[in-house]
């Protein structure tokens, strides 16, 4: 159904527009000899709530109609040219912006007020709509547009650009609206349901798996929580280590030649995107040193084309709204994924569930670690996978327990990296791409995180209120043994000190009660 | 890295085709196949959506115009023309007989195919959709006009639909004549670069042309009745604008018709025998 409705609305929503324009609006005697062009705010809500391939597709098409349908006044192409300019920017700006800024200062998007997230994304679609019309007015004045010369221009452009803005509130919130089940975790662009999670509480849950719920109380406030899971046990690493890897739902793999196919997901398909399972992670080699650590990995997907994966869940349905942690979502619009992706084809990239450690008293954090969530937008294309980008997880404590003799294996991209006195501040992308040779790339096996048993969909809780809120919720993970073949460490590890091996520790975790003070994801440290 | 390289090289091949598009219709002189295209497309269900969002449209007319002069003053203009029109907007189902009528009563002797504005262009043209075309016996370069006066003339031709260019389009030059002499002069559309819009801007040939305010102005009348039919009423010269001096003389002109106000057009089909001269402006 959401695929139907990715496929869908976007068409319909443009033809709608093209006829709108040309029957009505263009009719109204507004003053000012101008009139708003809902075919470019169409366009520019597409993109910014799709990202920049929906929105130039939907620009080139949108721009096309209107110069085929009567009555044509310019020239053919003139507005598809501008329209797909328009959307691409658009779409490219929001995504930008939603990645927390160009290098990714930690902060910019906790300090962002969780607010309604429609509007967020509101000034992105204002700025294009703006230049797509002053662009429209150039290119015209370069055809030699006996219409369009200086004055006209000089006299219809102000009046269109401020009918366009009074109107982009509307067409966004309708494209948003319309879109809301399509795109998974454009929270921050505001592609949100109002209805799916009470602002200000944001909820990550792990839909349809088995697990307790991680929940911080006030003070700590990891609220990130597992909902939609009964407290049933979950298996987590033994040791624990940080590792929070937002992954694609299934990654079936880096480079097909290295990679084993991915295992299918111990949880519901679809159904949860903290996923546990190791599907499609890579075994470590034999000759490497394999972390007795399974990490957790909070897969963010982009959804895969059921719909109900990943990011998907996460960004509709629970983060949607008010992230108050800047827990994002990135999910690209109603194209993307389907357009240019096949269904398992899209693993993890950078703008996975990231977290930061500049921030200790952020949201997330408990007891001083900052961590901060950041799903990004995959954008579902295949290829190799991006160097991490900033602002991955990283604990910025040291970790209490860590054995410091070993040297642990640079993460994989898009790992939590736990950030300490002995790690290197920051892992550059240059580093990711070091630690991304394919020796490096092990990782963790199938399994992680998984339900105890399937959870029955009536148990399934929405996140209504008072949940996962200031309850001190526990988790309880079952030790397991860690299986072989997780996580080698390589031998040339160059970054990464002791703290992403706990591989010491093997013992399993109680029931440990979260909100002690951090933020625990997958494991303690 | 990769996603942003194959998003580009879409972005780049999409702004290719466009420009490409625009170069095709650029050589055209601005109608390609590409138009007959969109007309075929477009054309039906603007018709649909016509029936739609007449009332809309009216609606809104209505606001914009709600006051009491000008209701006289639209009042006072009623000749037989557009009290035909004005009932024809009424009924669909009168239409034929209206244009029966119209076609034996019209002062000019004018043939017309009636049809309703269905659609419009965006801010910078002044351009509508009628919801008639080629087999309702449209051709482009026919003259368009409503009960008021001159209104435009087809530009392209659909199989429902035509698409006018009004005579207050910055693209759009009508040859007239001002009414009881025989100087003839040319007005321009100003399309949106004025405040208020539109006025038509007229130039005389002759320099020592008598003009003042007042004066009528009916079409010059093109050969073969395209793309303008003679005898048309225009509108009423408003101010006198060209410098002492100079070659031409410019004034302001205000046209009979309503462009931002469009309904029920007739489409001329036929051109009089016999040029009606000023006999079509005696409504005015």
């Given at each position: 159904m959401r695929i139907l409705r990715r496929a869908l609305v976007p068409p319909a929503f443009l033809v709608l527009a093209v006829l709108a324009q040309v029957a009505i609006v263009n009719r109204?005697?507004?003053?000012?000899?101008a009139v708003p062009d809902l075919v470019l705010l169409v366009v520019a809500a597409l993109a910014v709530t799709g990202g920049p391939v929906p929105g130039m597709l939907a620009g080139f098409a949108g721009g096309l109609a209107l110069d085929l349908?009567?009555?044509?006044?310019?020239?053919?192409?003139e507005t598809a040219f501008v329209f797909c300019a328009a959307g691409y920017a658009c779409g490219a700006l929001a995504m930008h912006l939603s990645r927390g800024g160009p290098d990714g200062k930690p902060g910019t998007p906790d300090t962002?007020?969780?607010?309604?997230?429609?509007?967020?994304s509101l000034p992105v679609m204002v700025a294009g709509v703006g230049l797509a019309e002053a662009l429209r007015g150039g290119l015209g004045l370069m055809l030699s547009d006996?219409?369009?010369t200086g004055p006209a221009i000089a006299h219809v452009l102000p009046a269109a650009v401020i009918y366009d803005v009074l109107f982009s509130p509307l067409v966004l919130w309708l494209v948003a609206a319309a879109m809301g089940a399509a795109e998974p975790a454009s929270a921050v662009l505001g592609a949100?349901?109002?209805?799916?999670a009470p602002p200000g509480r944001a909820v990550v849950r792990a839909a349809g798996a088995g697990g307790g719920i991680l929940a911080g109380k006030a003070t700590a406030v990891p609220r990130l929580s597992f909902a939609d899971t009964r407290p049933a046990p979950l298996r987590a690493p033994?040791?624990?280590?940080?590792?929070?890897r937002l992954a694609g739902?299934?990654?079936?793999?880096?480079?097909p030649a290295k990679?084993?196919?991915?295992?299918?997901?111990?949880?519901p398909r679809g159904a949860g995107?903290?996923?546990?399972?190791?599907?499609g992670w890579q075994k470590a080699s034999p000759g490497q040193v394999r972390y007795s650590v399974r990490p957790v990995r909070v897969a963010f997907g982009s959804g895969s084309r059921d719909g109900s994966v990943g990011g998907s869940v996460l960004g509709?349905?629970?983060?949607?709204?008010?992230?108050p942690y800047g827990v994002r979502g990135g999910f690209s619009g109603a194209l993307g994924p389907s357009l240019?992706?096949?269904?398992?084809?899209?693993?993890?990239?950078?703008?996975?569930l990231r977290a930061r450690a500049?921030?200790?008293?952020?949201?997330?954090?408990s007891g001083g670690t900052g961590v901060r969530l950041l799903a990004g937008?995959?954008?579902?294309?295949?290829g190799l996978s991006r160097a991490?980008?900033?602002?991955?997880?990283?604990?910025?404590?040291?970790?209490?327990?860590?054995?410091?003799g070993r040297t642990s294996a640079?993460?994989?991209?898009g790992w939590i990296r736990a950030r300490g006195a002995?790690?290197?501040?920051r892992w550059g992308k240059s580093a990711s791409w070091s630690s991304g040779t394919p020796e490096h790339r092990s990782s963790p096996g199938?399994?992680?995180?998984?339900?105890a048993k399937p959870v029955a969909?009536?148990?399934?809780?929405?996140?209504?209120?008072?949940?996962?809120?200031?309850?001190p919720a526990r988790i309880v993970w079952?030790?397991?043994?860690?299986?072989?073949?997780?996580?080698?460490?390589?031998?040339?590890?160059r970054r990464g000190s002791?703290?992403?091996?706990?591989?010491?520790?093997?013992?399993g975790m109680g029931t440990k009660p979260l909100g002690?003070?951090?933020?625990?994801i997958g494991g303690r440290r | 890295m990769h996603e942003n390289r194959r998003t580009r090289l879409a972005l780049a091949v999409l702004l290719v085709a466009a420009i490409a598009l625009i170069t095709l219709s650029y050589r055209n002189g601005g109608t390609s196949g590409a138009n007959g295209a969109g007309n075929s497309l477009f054309g039906p269900v603007e018709n649909a959506a016509g029936y739609v969002t007449r009332p809309i449209e009216g609606f809104f007319h209505a606001i914009g115009h709600d006051d009491a002069t000008e209701i006289a003053n639209l009042q006072a203009q009623n000749d037989q023309l557009r009290a035909q029109l004005s009932r024809l907007q009424l009924s669909q189902s009168d239409a034929r007989q209206l244009n029966k009528l119209l076609q034996l009563n019209a002062r000019g002797g004018y043939r017309l195919v009636a049809a309703s504005v269905i659609a419009a262009g965006g801010s910078y043209s002044d351009t509508v959709t009628i919801d008639a075309g080629s087999k309702d016996g449209i051709q482009p370069e026919e003259t368009v006009l409503n009960g008021n006066g001159l209104v435009g003339t087809v530009t392209s031709v659909g199989p429902a639909t035509s698409t006018v260019l009004l005579a207050?389009?910055?693209s759009a030059t009508v040859g007239v004549r001002l009414a009881g002499t025989n100087t003839i002069g040319a007005i321009t559309g100003t399309g949106?670069?004025?405040?208020?819009?539109?006025m038509l801007r007229l130039r005389l040939f002759s320099a020592s042309a008598a003009l003042q305010p007042g004066d009528a102005l009916v079409t010059f009348g093109s050969v073969g009745g395209r793309p303008y039919v003679a005898g048309v009423p225009v509108g009423t010269v408003t101010a006198i604008t060209s410098q002492p001096g100079s070659l031409t003389r410019t004034a302001l002109v205000t046209p009979f018709a309503d462009f931002s106000g469009l309904g029920v057009v007739g489409v001329v089909i036929a051109p009089p025998r016999v040029d009606p001269r000023d006999s079509v402006l005696g409504g005015h």
């Open positions: 109204l005697p507004l003053p000012g000899d349908a009567p009555p044509v006044s310019n020239l053919a192409g962002r007020d969780p607010g309604p997230p429609v509007l967020a006996p219409r369009m949100s349901e109002p209805r799916q033994v040791p624990p280590s940080p590792r929070l739902q299934s990654s079936p793999s880096l480079s990679r084993r196919a991915p295992a299918s997901s111990h949880l995107w903290l996923q546990g399972s190791g599907g509709n349905k629970v983060l949607g709204n008010g992230l240019f992706a096949g269904p398992d084809s899209r693993k993890p990239r950078r703008d996975w500049k921030n200790p008293a952020g949201p997330l954090t937008r995959p954008n579902g294309v295949r991490p980008g900033k602002g991955w997880l990283q604990p910025d404590k040291q970790p209490r327990r860590s054995s410091p640079s993460p994989r991209e002995g790690a290197p501040a199938k399994g992680w995180i998984r339900p969909p009536a148990r399934r809780k929405s996140p209504g209120r008072g949940w996962l809120e200031r309850k079952q030790a397991k043994t860690p299986g072989r073949g997780w996580l080698g460490r390589g031998s040339g590890l002791g703290r992403w091996r706990s591989g010491s520790r093997a013992h002690s003070g951090r933020t625990r | 207050s389009d910055a949106t670069t004025m405040a208020g819009g539109d």
